[in-house]
Every structure is written in C-alpha cells, then in structure tokens.
C-alpha cells in the first residue's frame, strides 16, 4: 500500500530514474530536498529546466553541447586527422582528463545490443559513415568498452573504417597500472597477451 501523498510520490518515482537509485535512495533523496534543502531543490530544478532547453547534440560528433560551435569539433582538432569513437560522453570525458589525445570524436550513445533494440541507427552510424566519408580522417581509434556488447561494436566499427579506407585500431586493454599479474583475472590476462605490443 502506497502511503505517499500523489505530489511526493510523483517526486520519489522521477529520482528513481537516475541510474544506481533504488527506492529507498529515492525516498532519502526526496526527504532531504523537502525537509532540509528546499532552496537547493529549487536550483536542481531551474538547472535542470536550463539544461534540458539549452543543451542539445553536436551534429558531427555527438556530444552534448550548448551551441552550434562544439568544442570538440575544432579545425585544430580536425587537422590531427584521429577520430576517438566512444560508448558515451563519460568514455569521452575520461579520455580527455587522461591523456593527451586531442583528436576529434564521435559518440555512439550506446554500443550494438540487437536484444535491446539497439543497432547501427541506434548509433548514428551513418553519421559516422559521413565523417569517414569526409576525407580528413587518417586513423579511427575505436574505445568501446571491453564487454560483449563492446567487442561486438568494435568489430561492427572496424569493418566500417576499413570500408571507407580508414587505418583502424583499438585502445589497449588489460593489466592496469600498478597491478600483479597474480591478482589479475584470466580474461584480463588473456586480452592483455594477445594484444601485446613490441617494446
């Protein structure tokens, strides 16, 4: 039996959107911005309304951006002649703040998942074909993650690359560092063999 007045449980069930809440979490949240922090409910809300209005998607690479000149579609970028293709905007976030790769980009929104309903359109694919297509790509560094779904798309992408004459390769995966081989899975181990480089 739902004890929740109609207002607050509209607010519970909408927190439970956001990926790792669970109800409790939900209900904590919901208690606190009510109880304790009505001015900071408030703001979440205004920055909310602010962004959903002001922030769409680049056109060529797919990031979230607040106007038509994205950032990481630079003629800077460009002339480097790499396009980093990656799962999701965090995958792009992290390369960024990581290494010193300031290539272009192109974010699928996903990975191929045909049970989920997920496939090339999905991943705008044919936008991606366009950029190849573009002539100024020279090498399409593919970072999906290392899951089925990931290796699966690696594959998918790899194939498109290589029909549109375009030098193709695949992040590193494996032992990270500071790590002991001992303690390492064997899956791990093994991608990490298999994808050894010379030295």
């Known amino acids: 039996m739902n004890t929740y007045t109609p207002r607050l449980a509209r607010l519970i069930e909408a927190l439970r959107k956001l990926p790792g809440v669970g109800p409790k979490s939900a209900q904590r949240m919901a208690f606190h911005l009510l109880d304790r922090d009505r001015q900071g ?3 979440l ?20 951006c607040e106007d038509q000149a994205c950032r990481y579609c630079t003629p800077a970028r460009g ?10 905007p965090a995958d792009l976030m992290a390369i960024e703040a990581a290494s010193a790769y300031r290539g272009r980009y192109f974010v699928l929104m996903g990975r191929l998942s045909p049970l989920d309903g997920v ?6 694919l044919s936008v ?10 020279q090498e399409m560094i593919v970072a999906t993650n290392p899951t089925v779904e990931g290796e699966a798309t690696a594959y998918y992408l790899a194939e498109i690359g290589k029909a549109a004459g375009v030098r193709v390769s ?30």
Not at 79 to 88: H, I, Q, T, Y
């Open 128 to 137: 991606l074909q366009e950029v190849l297509d573009g002539g100024q790509i």
């Open 41 to 43: 409910a408030r703001n």
């Open 170 to 199: 695949r992040i590193a995966h494996g032992i990270p560092m500071g790590g002991e081989l001992e303690y390492v899975d064997g899956g791990t181990l093994a991608h990490a063999l298999s994808g050894r480089t010379p030295v």
């Open 45 to 64: 809300a205004t920055a909310l309304g602010e962004a959903l209005d002001a922030i769409g998607r680049c056109p060529g690479c797919r990031m979230f």
């Open 119 to 124: 496939g090339p359109e999905e991943l705008g």
């Open 79 to 88: 002339a480097s002649g790499l396009l980093c293709v990656v799962e999701s």
